[in-house]
């Protein structure tokens, strides 16, 4: 990040994208920096591998970016529908091989993941993997409360019976 | 508490989401059942696998590339604010298109544009084949082809609106906080049709034996409302993927919800006066909620405006009794 950005990585989102809506190249770069991770963490989980993490976390800022400029959206709302619109996309493009279930926990949670269903794996992602809260959650998702809880529910349960025989507690 | 509705609590115990009625009632389930506290603890493996798994490190050169790529794309002649020059050149690429097309055929009239919109129309009525009732196919593609507002039109003038179709106003920034009223903006003549940027097929699991939509209907013998205070059942009705460019739709679903006495909200349950949209979005999210009694009566009314259930995902919920819904409409 440049020198002079520093003082500007303090500000909140919202004046952040204010500032980026009216042209401030430097305020959107803090808000790249600041969501590139977890919008990376959220790909990389999703589709499996480094390079097409890549490949979609950088199509999801650019789309991002774009919508910040027209939308009154919150910022951590819109990187989060970018990169799971990004990741649903790339997923259907290209049939996610299903990971083996001899190694590490790292392949078996993958193994696991991939047979969460969309909706099951975007929520469950967003709450235990990037530390959202429900209410982020239902936001994001444009979902209810009460309809982001079930299917966290829903998700947890299923991985859970997914990873039963797979994990040494 | 029955082990049934403890297992639907087990991730909101885990997250100290429950009131201490309901977490000491998980409580006593779990002692009593074995096997409900083996899925605790799977529950509990996986989210602490999940919650290692992260957080990763984006690559080093991820933000300048994003830069550099916004950068590019606003160099570019099909990129850039002005959108009246994007429609123009849309427009003009259609054109373009069609006349090609019609060379190609050997046509003699290459001119004959209504011939291409009738192909259109045909196109879209394939994709909306049993989504509306038999009769309302023609009405809604009347309202498509509505000119704006003082705009004459020659061949519609003589028929009849379908009730609530009136104004083509789509919802957009509210001007008027607080007010009921919907504030109608004026919107280019082809801006319905310019909304549907990748037609979705409906399942397959909502269509008869004949091929034809059927709304789907809860089976509540198989999902259980739990309602300890006994209070009437409520819907939650999460309407979303709306076609919002759609000049009618938001109108219609509101004018709806006030019909079935309850109003459109977004999804944290803030009424929508106004809906804010940008030209880039082709769905919202809008939610309402119906005594359970009235759903079958709301899916037909909504059938009748032409749209068309596909999706439905029963969701219990300690409150009330949510149902998503994928709601299409004919841009």
């Not at chain 2, 006593?28 to 290692?52: G, I, K, T």
């Not at chain 2, 490190?57 to 991820?62: K, V, W």
């Not at chain 2, 009618?248 to 977004?266: F, I, K, S």
Request: charged share 30%; net charge negative.
């Amino acid at each position: 990040m440049s020198a002079e950005l520093q003082p500007d990585a303090q500000l909140p989102d919202a004046e952040l994208a204010r500032r980026a809506r009216g042209g401030e190249t430097d305020a959107l770069e803090v808000l790249l920096r600041r969501y590139q991770d977890p919008a990376y963490g959220l790909c990389l989980r999703w589709l499996g591998d480094t390079r097409h993490a890549g490949d979609a976390v950088k199509d999801a800022l650019v789309s991002f970016s774009e919508q910040l400029r027209r939308s009154t959206t919150p910022p951590a709302v819109l990187v989060y529908q970018s990169a799971i619109a990004e990741c649903e996309e790339r997923a259907k493009a290209r049939k996610i091989e299903k990971a083996g279930l001899d190694e590490g926990d790292e392949t078996r949670l993958r193994a696991a993941l991939s047979e969460l269903d969309i909706n099951e794996l975007s929520v469950l992602l967003l709450r235990d993997l990037v530390g959202l809260d429900l209410d982020q959650i239902a936001e994001v998702l444009a979902l209810s409360r009460g309809s982001a809880r079930s299917r966290l529910q829903r998700a947890r349960l299923k991985i859970g019976r997914l990873l039963e025989t797979r994990i040494d507690v | 508490m029955h082990p049934f509705f403890a297992i639907n609590r087990l991730s909101a115990y885990l997250d100290g989401d429950l009131p201490r009625r309901e977490r000491l009632e998980v409580e006593r389930v779990l002692s009593r059942h074995p096997e409900l506290e083996a899925e605790l603890l799977n529950v509990q493996n996986a989210v602490r696998l999940v919650s290692q798994a992260g957080p990763a490190r984006a690559p080093r050169r991820l933000v300048p590339e994003v830069l550099q790529a916004l950068e590019e794309r606003q160099q570019s002649p099909f990129r850039g604010p002005d959108r009246v020059r994007n429609v123009l050149l849309g427009l003009g690429v259609t054109v373009s298109i069609a006349t090609g097309l019609a060379v190609w055929m050997g046509r003699d009239n290459v001119a004959d544009t209504p011939a291409v919109d009738a192909a259109a129309d045909a196109a879209m009525d394939d994709f909306l084949d049993g989504a509306t009732e038999p009769a309302q196919p023609d009405a809604v593609a009347e309202v498509e082809n509505d000119p704006p507002e003082g705009a004459a039109s020659d061949e519609d003038s003589g028929d009849a609106e379908p009730a609530g179709f009136g104004d083509a106003g789509l919802l957009a920034n509210d001007p008027n906080p607080g007010s009921d009223e919907l504030v109608p903006v004026e919107l280019p003549p082809d801006a319905g049709r310019m909304s549907i940027s990748e037609p979705r097929r409906l399942p397959d699991q909502n269509r008869n034996a004949a091929g034809e939509i059927e709304p789907f209907i809860p089976d509540w013998d198989k999902e259980p409302v739990h309602d300890e205070a006994g209070s009437s059942t409520l819907l939650q009705v999460a309407v979303y993927r709306v076609y919002a460019n759609n000049p009618n739709v938001l109108r219609e679903l509101h004018d709806l919800a006030q019909a079935n006495g309850t109003l459109l909200t977004d999804s944290m349950g803030k009424p929508i006066q106004i809906r804010s949209l940008s030209g880039s979005d082709d769905f919202a999210s809008a939610h309402l909620t119906l005594p359970a009694a009235n759903m079958e009566v709301f899916l037909s009314q909504l059938a009748r405006l032409g749209m068309a259930v596909a999706i439905s995902e029963p969701d219990s919920d300690a409150e009330r009794q949510s149902l998503l819904l994928e709601v299409m409409y004919k841009p």
